[in-house]
């Protein structure tokens, strides 16, 4: 029980380093630079994959056991399910309009800004409303049981860029600037 939400709650730690990593890269547009656009599209990619196809999926099981024990959790455990689909759309659409740039179509600055910014600013608030109302819920009402039905019915996936398993190439460029960022802070 305790595992899956240490494991999100990390992820959650993961998610929000990316995010800030991405906020600088957009940050750049305002001082009118170009930003590192192979990191943005690696960072994206990350968040619509890992994310939006293992963590929240799972997250919703549990939701959806937590609901059918407390019909009072319903309001926040639906709302929270419909913001993942929200997340995906969205981190979907900002990853084909980043690929766009990459690819050579010109786009204004705000089409990638603005649709950027919302993207971090709602998944910050996603991750804070589900740490806040939903992990508590879970640690109190899930059985041992509950658990075990949980992982049975979607298995545990190591995470491809901070998990314990071989890093998938997709992510190395992605885990350098990591690794380089934290070398600064620790040398700070």
Known sequence: M???IDTWSDDHKHFAHLLDLLESQIG??????????????DIMYYMTHYPDIFHHPK???VSARLK???AG?????NELTGQHAVLRESGTKLLELLQR??????LKRENIEQPARTYIAYFRL???KEEANIFPAMRALLSTDDWAAIEKAAPFKEDPLFGNGALEQRYEALHRQIMRESDFEAAA
Not at 101 to 106: A, K, L, Q
């Open 2 to 4: 305790a595992d899956f």
């Open 73 to 77: 959790a319903a309001v926040v455990v």
């Open 28 to 41: 750049f547009f305002l001082e009118d630079k170009t930003p590192k656009y192979d990191l943005i599209l």
């Open 59 to 61: 997250e919703d099981l």
């Open 101 to 106: 740039v990459v690819d050579g179509v010109m």
């Open 126 to 128: 996603h991750m804070a």
């Open 68 to 70: 059918e024990l407390d």
